[in-house]
């Protein structure tokens, strides 16, 4: 561990954002200490808004400040967390069990999250109507939590890859939330539903729930 593993760190977060529930998934499970600052994505028009688009050009969250260092995109925090605190491991020691947990969060991360995400949605809705949009993102989180069954009922214990929570895990709750806002029948999926209720169990994802974020109590 080096010395700035001591100094502050501050996540720009959405409560409703699936990326910045993912690392706050990570940061409560491992116990570490954060500040929060909230962004509304839709009016980056005030200080947390400016400060968001002067340091990240993609001006999207979760951003991480950790002293003077700026951190972007959900799965890079996550495995710099991983390197530099102590904590609960969300990659496994063996190799193979740790490509099956990248795998998996990466397969929610990139392939199913951004074809249902608000840029994609709102672009679609322009364009076709907003039923199609609907359309649109029931249809391929549908189809990405298909792929996701299949892929866990190969891996999963109590959780996604074994018996220990791992990255592939922080990504599951919000995904599932996001299946359940389109109207997909999670019911088809057996395996990530226990696996999400085994996560729901757990203080440090109950901690990291958008029911549980300051800006929840102001909605």
């Not at 010395?3 to 690392?23: D, E, G, I, P």
């Not at 530099?84 to 496994?92: K, S, Y």
């Not at 989180?141 to 791992?166: Q, R």
């Not at 974020?213 to 102001?218: D, I, L, N, V, Y």
């Amino acid at each position: 561990l080096f010395s700035m593993a001591n100094q502050k760190l501050t996540l720009f977060t959405k409560w409703t954002s699936s990326c910045s529930w993912r690392v706050r998934c990570a940061l409560h499970y491992k116990q570490i200490k954060y500040e929060t600052q909230p962004v509304n994505l839709l009016d980056l028009n005030n200080e947390n808004g400016r400060k968001l688009l002067k340091l990240n050009p993609a001006s999207r969250v979760p951003m991480l400040i950790h002293g003077e260092r700026v951190l972007t995109e959900s799965m890079a925090i996550m495995e710099y967390l991983e390197e530099n605190f102590d904590g609960p491991r969300l990659l496994p020691a063996d190799s193979y069990a740790r490509a099956q947990s990248r795998a998996i969060a990466l397969h929610i991360a990139c392939g199913i999250q951004p074809l249902q995400n608000m840029r994609v949605t709102r672009k679609v809705s322009q364009q076709h109507g907003p039923e199609a949009s609907k359309e649109w993102a029931k249809y391929w989180t549908h189809l990405g939590l298909k792929e996701l069954e299949g892929m866990v009922s190969k891996t999963a214990g109590t959780y996604a890859v074994g018996d220990a929570v791992s990255i592939a895990d922080t990504c599951i709750p919000s995904i599932m939330m996001k299946g359940r806002s389109w109207k997909v029948d999670v019911a088809e999926f057996p395996t990530l539903l226990r696996i999400d209720k085994n996560l729901a169990a757990l203080e440090s994802f109950q901690a990291a729930h958008p029911d549980r974020q300051p800006e929840a109590a102001k909605q």
